[in-house]
């Protein structure tokens, strides 16, 4: 079965940092580019950031760059989301999302998503 | 405020057919073919149900339909069931610093 699963949010005070997991099953990992997308909660989804399948190409939203690094390890089936200076509008549910048929801004599987809470 | 507009709401009776429209600018709907859009239930995570404007993946029906008009994408939903009340959100590429706009979403309520 084609799955991802996202772990490690969590509640975090304002400045903190926390990383985000993603692991992958069922498909070749290293042939899709990956995506993170959050949902504030009640709010609509919000595009956070994009890795090629090689690493090489990487994309952040204007709202977390240069807070946030996205990276992934083909051999472990595994995407990650570093998340420094953390701030309150970054609560929210945070997906994993696979590129479908190489069009941006198309995901065809998505995690069940890892809440990340930041209050002090 | 989001990159694309999509209405708040829209509402149908089952049988009929809606449209949801999404704007943006030829900097992202209107300069590529690369708009998709995306249902999602409460508590669950969304759903592809069209890419590059006007394709459906496998397994969505064909009353899931979408289209494009200078930088209005569409999605229509015809033959309304009980079980496509549901938030839906278009998407683009965008040629800016980003690689991706969301829309704001739009909540369809089968009456």
């Known amino acids: 079965e084609v799955q991802l699963v996202e772990s490690g949010g969590g509640l975090v005070q304002p400045g903190g940092s926390l990383r985000l997991s993603c692991a992958a099953s069922g498909f070749t990992f290293s042939s899709y580019s990956m995506n993170w997308v959050r949902q504030a909660p009640g709010k609509g989804l919000e595009w956070v950031s994009y890795i090629s399948s090689s690493s090489s190409t990487i994309y952040y939203a204007d709202s977390v760059k240069g807070r946030f690094t996205i990276s992934r390890d083909n051999a472990k089936n595994s995407l990650y989301l570093q998340m420094n200076s953390l701030r309150d509008e970054d609560t929210a549910v945070y997906y994993c999302a696979r590129t479908y048929s190489g069009s941006p801004g198309a995901f065809d599987i998505w995690g069940q998503g890892t809440m990340v809470t930041v209050s002090s | 405020q989001s990159a694309l507009t999509q209405p708040a709401s829209v509402s149908g009776s089952p049988g009929q057919s809606i449209t949801i429209s999404c704007t943006g600018t030829s900097s992202d709907v209107g300069g590529y073919n690369y708009v998709s859009w995306y249902q999602q239930h409460p508590g669950k995570a969304p759903k592809l149900m069209i890419y590059?404007?006007?394709n459906r993946p496998s397994g969505v029906p064909d009353r899931f339909s979408g289209s494009k008009s200078g930088n209005t994408a569409s999605l229509t939903i015809s033959g309304l069931q009980a079980e496509d009340e549901a938030d839906y959100y278009c998407?683009?590429?965008?040629?800016?610093?980003?690689?991706?706009?969301f829309g704001g979403g739009t909540k369809l309520t089968v009456l």
């Open positions: 590059d404007v006007s």
């Open positions: 998407s683009s590429y965008t040629s800016s610093s980003t690689l991706v706009v």
